[in-house]
């Protein structure tokens, strides 16, 4: 891994640098993974945007897709949720493994997609890609590890006041700009304290996959532990 431990680096360094490793690896399959609003989503786009301009196809497998059918209605919206936090068992592991082992073979997945402030009222068509990236929650789970392979695992980690501020600041922004966002201030800060509650109480699987850690800072950097 081409890192210096515990060094601060821009988050557009560690995407180039992560890019890099993945290529000259074949990382094929990579577990993108941590809390909501830790900046998954922006570690997985920045990653990928660097694979493409190599000429390389990318796949991004999002894991809210993969919400077990009895646990939607509950979360429907994915905006007023009950006063709980999601769990690694609410998820379709399985599910997801047979898809990507469909994937993998070169054939299409049509299914149910999740998208922020319609629930699941969309479906999507995944096409094979040279590389195949799965971001979401509990990737690293003991549940997950049952059945899921990833030949790289991203683990991304923040502190609790950050991961507040963050969270704070997407909610705001889906308020003023999504009109089927509903989540009020006060909801968002309850939905905070589930998110801080989810991260901290299920259990890591650390030896099955090969590890990169970031905990995330402030101004787009991080510190890295492989």
């Not at 997801?96 to 054939?107: H, M, P, S, V, Y």
């Not at 905070?192 to 989810?198: F, H, K, Q, S, W």
């Amino acid at each position: 891994m081409l890192f210096v431990e515990n060094k601060t680096y821009e988050y557009g360094m560690i995407a180039a640098i992560l890019s890099k490793e993945i290529l000259e690896s074949s990382y094929k399959i990579v577990g993108i993974t941590g809390t909501s609003s830790v900046g998954k989503s922006t570690f997985t786009k920045m990653i990928k945007e660097q694979l493409e301009k190599e000429g390389h196809t990318v796949l991004v497998i999002n894991m809210d897709d993969y919400l077990k059918e009895k646990f939607k209605a509950r979360h429907r919206f994915w905006n007023r949720l009950e006063s709980t936090y999601l769990k690694p068992e609410y998820f379709e592991w399985k599910q997801t493994k047979d898809e990507i082992d469909a994937l993998q073979r070169g054939e299409s997945v049509e299914r149910e997609c999740y998208v922020r402030g319609h629930g699941w009222d969309n479906r999507i068509v995944l096409k094979p890609a040279e590389y195949l990236f799965v971001e979401g929650l509990f990737l690293d789970s003991v549940q997950a590890a049952e059945c899921m392979e990833y030949d790289l695992m991203i683990s991304l980690t923040a502190e609790d006041e950050l991961i507040r501020k963050m969270r704070t600041e997407r909610d705001a922004y889906y308020r003023k700009n999504y009109p089927n966002f509903q989540r009020t201030e006060s909801e968002t800060q309850q939905e905070i304290e589930n998110t801080l509650m989810a991260g901290k109480s299920y259990t890591v699987c650390y030896d099955k996959w090969k590890y990169v850690k970031l905990n995330v800072l402030e101004n787009y950097q991080a510190t890295v532990k492989v």
